[in-house]
């Protein structure tokens, strides 16, 4: 675990330094065009404060403003116990420090997301669409996914990428912009001093460049992007021991029709299926954010040597004919590839080898029908809300909200009177 | 003097390198025992639990009192065992008596319909996973550390210091290791 976290680290800084070289690069041609020779450096300085200021807001900020922008409520054990239960059975799978918090989302779509920008400072938010459609196994699969974003420190990363991204394409948006409407002036006086070739040669090259940056840096982006989701794929696998788990709760998620309602192309990338991309798709495009879904889940159900690393990496390899690896080759520690004449320490056994797998599958409570556990999540959001519950003799269950003032009430169905 | 500069650079390189290893046999040593002390606090969890169990089942299973009776005397075994072997062999009828005592509680529909059921019942049954979870994390942490120890260069470092292995957690019981028989036939 921890090659994987340090290998995955050395190839994020590569890809920052590349993406930080495209932003100065940007910042200097955008200065020369704009304000004209000499103006390069000003760019620069220009390009740096935005930069630093994005990064500064997306650093401390970035949790909460995906958390508002996507009408996430924040919940405690007593909401909801099951999704409570499941977040803190991978905690425990995957060693992390601490408990994330967890949020709900009120929406039918089916989906969950992960934010935050280290483990001790994570969340994991899941939409009541999930709860409601997902068994326990499945809902498993997908957290132990985003576990396995908060552990492969992703978010951060994905972050950190995505604020360049944005700053590069702000950047370019201005100077061409700025181009449009006051480039008179700078040409007229470019033909007055008799505009040498260098200059015109400059100013192509500078304009060719503000097309092709962002283009450049979003392909850089989302190439990032789909490698971590099959990483997360495979720590899910190594973290249940479960692959089907995922691999159902996939299916699930791209076979419901429903769109989720409060959702932008920012906060898409974040979400285990992304909701604005095609769940039909056949093939990774160069402009998606996620692999296709049908072939994450053809990865984890041809895993046939186990759950681990290794066998997501073999099971990725042989589906997509792709000869790269998911998983660094640090990582990948088989028990063949030990030196010679030291002793294998045996196959690793896991949740379903170690436990009779019959007392999980029999004894896990799930409430009877589906309106039970459409139930059990709304009152979870109810509770969230800080809504009281009372139970009247009568059977109903009143749910009064916080800033209710009157001391005394009916009970809506039979009449009885209770106090607060 | 040049080669002297020189000499002193490669030995401060070198002195760092062998901390660094040091450092991470020392991090994957310390993981391995905190994913030790995972499995006792989760075990603590289930027998802290059981009594609550037991106080809302016993209004409704007045006729299973050898069910409700093999659950007390595996919860307080389970609590008085020593050695790693023993405790093992008593959580594992621990869990058994569990399974059987949710077992025949599908046959009290009223039971099944009590909330405070329900919540234990999702409790024991997390709290089942999390002890085999924080196993499995053991093991995970096991594997990683005894790789290092085995594997060039880490195994020097390990050889000097005395790092030893640690060894896998395997099921006590050997019932639970068994594949259940399947019969057909009458």
New interface residues.
Partial sequence: ??ELIRANRRKSVFLVVIMAALLFVVGYAAGELLIGQGGGVIGLFFAFAVWIIMTLVAYFQGRQIFMTVSGAQKIKKEDH??LW??V???V????LPKIPDIYIIDDPAPNAFAAGRNPANAAVAVTTGLLNRLKRDELQGVIAHEIGHVKNRDILFMTMIGVMLGAIVLITDIAVRSMFYGGHRRRSRTASSGGSQFELIILVAGIVLMILAPLLAHLIYLAASRKREYLADASSA??T?FPEGLALALEKIAHTPIKMKKINRVTAPMYTVNPLQKASAKAAGLFSTHPPIGERVKILRSMAGGSTYMAYNEAFQQITGSRSSIVPQSAL?SPES??AG?AP??P????RQ???A???A????EP?TQAGKVRQTTDALWKARNYRFIHCDCGAVLKVPPDFKRREFKCLRCKKVHSA | MLGFIIFIVIVAVLVIWVIGLYNTLVRARNAVKNAWSQIDVQLKRRHDLIPNLLETVKGYMKHERETLEAVTQARTAAINAGGVAETGKAEGMLSGALKSLFAVAESYPDLKANQNFLALQEELTSTENKIAFSRQAYNDATMQYNNKVQMVPTNIIAGMFNFKEEEFFEIEIPTEREVPKVSFSE
């Fill in positions: 675990m921890w116990p099951q239960n499941v803190e059975e991978m425990i799978a995957s060693q190594q973290f021991r520690i030990r030196p030291t320490p045996g690793v056994p896991g949740l170690m436990e009779g019959a007392l999980l029999a004894a896990v409570p009877a």
